[in-house]
């Protein structure tokens, strides 16, 4: 599969029955991201707004959202059938986040169908929804990748990061200056008293949104991944007023700068996060100067509803399954950790909480599984609890995990283990206010932990649990169930 656009992306979710177009009237504010929001719990299908109440004769008049909101769009995202297993999933953006293909620049593409420049800019043009009514603003940046580029190295960075419309052309927007790729270069932009050149790419092939969400080692550029992902180079385009390129046939590309100096920062936020809470109180964030955007004709604004809840994750988690999943195995296999079987990152925690099925060959093995995420870089910001379990335990399964830990784990002999003080998220809403101050610390602060649900080796093999160290469970004998298994329609069960 080569790369595809938006409208690509569409037309094949279209056929597969997996969009819904809307074309009753809709209100921006927050009737579109209360439907959104609905259909989320009802795992339904992508959305494409087609009527949106005063943006009848606007530049953008469509809003699509959605298109990765349930774990078989994204199979198909990655050209899997839907019914794929987590483990092939896993494995396959393991073996692909390693692998890159340059991009190309090219002369022109669909983007550079409309510039626009100057006192001609006005963001509301376009569609933005206020996705949730207590947010402080409408968001254009919910799922935009913001590409960014390495003064020192030149190596341009992808990544997915909210941004407000402040007025008709200024975005300030969340940037972490310890933990974000993005927040890197902006430090050193700053050192050098210098704005950083910014464009946020709305609207592209599905998986630039997969990557831009992730965390790739610093250094890697997405585009470079992506080409490897769609087996060709990705085409690029130089922007019109900065030094970066971005996708020839995105829908929308706002360029922009990011001064460092206080003065220019705008109010930013509340939010709708990805933890399932609203973020913190309206305060000053670094703020984006557009100097141009470009755009297709009929230019579709691709953004999404965040947040997780039980029962209604959005986007974002259904990539930070799988994406967070692997970044692990990939970090454990690399710190030479054997016996590893599966990782599964569960949508509703976005990775906060990762599940490692082990074959278990040494006592202290699940405190070194800890050690290596924790340590790692893309551990930072996820992998707050680390459940270590056996290959009798399916990952994805919370009544096997619940099992495992009422009934293997014993917090007074080493099955819970808390590492205190360690790099966290500073969203985290379970981390008091003075742990959370990224302009004092930097980042937030976290207590995590690690739940060893494994057998404990400390236990001595016994004869009457035939040599093991845990009694026998009351599973039947393989043999019985299979003579069962085999007589099943004679018992009159379908």
Excluded at 362 to 384: E, F, N
């Amino acid at each position: 599969m080569g790369c595809i656009d938006l409208r690509q992306w569409i037309a094949l979710l279209e056929r597969e029955a997996e969009l819904h177009r809307i074309k009753a009237p809709v209100n921006w504010d927050c009737e579109i991201g209360t439907i959104s929001r609905k259909v989320l719990e009802r795992k339904g299908p992508a959305l494409s707004f087609e009527n949106i109440i005063g943006h009848e004769n606007t530049r953008g008049r469509k809003v699509f959202t959605g298109g990765v909101g349930t774990r078989q769009r994204l199979a198909l995202a990655l050209g899997f059938p839907k019914n794929v297993s987590n483990r092939e999933i896993v494995q396959y953006v393991m073996r692909k986040n390693r692998e890159q293909i340059s991009p190309v620049v090219v002369l022109g593409g669909p983007v550079k169908e409309n510039i626009i420049m100057g006192p001609e800019v006005d963001l509301l043009e376009f569609p933005v929804p206020k996705w949730h009514f207590l947010e402080g603003g409408r968001y254009i940046n919910t799922y935009a990748c913001i590409v960014t580029r390495d003064p020192d190295t030149r190596v341009q960075n992808v990544g997915i990061y909210r941004g407000m419309v402040g007025r008709k052309n200024t975005i300030p927007s969340l940037l972490i200056k310890g933990g974000q790729h993005w927040g890197q270069h902006f430090s050193k932009y700053a050192d050098r008293r210098e704005k950083m050149p910014v464009a946020c790419v709305i609207g592209w092939d599905p998986i630039m949104g997969f990557l831009g969400g992730s965390p790739l080692p610093a250094g890697v550029c997405e585009f470079d991944v992506l080409g490897a992902y769609r087996n060709e180079p990705v085409p690029l385009v130089k922007c019109e007023t900065v030094d970066l390129e971005v996708p020839a046939s995105a829908e929308i590309v706002i360029e922009g700068l990011i001064d460092p100096d206080p003065e220019t920062y705008e109010i930013e936020g509340p939010f709708a996060e990805f933890t399932g809470y609203v973020s913190d109180i309206p305060t000053p964030r670094p703020t984006i100067q557009v100097t141009c955007v470009t755009h297709r004709n009929g230019p579709i604004l691709r953004g999404t509803q965040e947040g997780n809840m039980p029962g209604s994750y959005s986007e974002n988690a259904v990539i930070s399954s799988a994406q967070r999943a692997a970044i692990a195995w990939n970090v454990l296999n690399t710190a030479g950790i054997p016996g590893v079987l599966d990782v599964y990152a569960d949508p509703i925690t976005c990775g906060i909480n990762i599940y490692i099925k082990i074959r278990k060959q040494y006592q202290g093995q699940p405190k070194q599984i800890a050690a290596a995420l924790w340590g790692a870089s893309a551990g930072q910001g996820r992998y707050k609890h680390v459940f270590v379990v056996e290959e009798d335990i399916d990952v994805t399964s919370y009544e096997q995990i619940d099992w495992a830990i009422a009934y293997r784990v014993n917090a007074g002999h080493g099955g819970i283990v808390i590492f205190p003080g360690s790099f966290g998220h500073p969203l985290d809403p379970s981390t008091p206010m003075e742990e959370r101050d990224i302009n004092q610390l930097g980042s937030g602060i976290w207590n995590r932990v690690l739940i060893d649900a494994t057998r404990n080796w400390h236990f001595q093999r016994r004869p009457e649990w035939g040599g093991e160290r845990f009694p026998p469970t009351v599973a039947p004998a393989p043999e019985h169930e299979q003579t069962v298994l085999r007589r099943w329609k004679e018992y009159g069960f379908d």
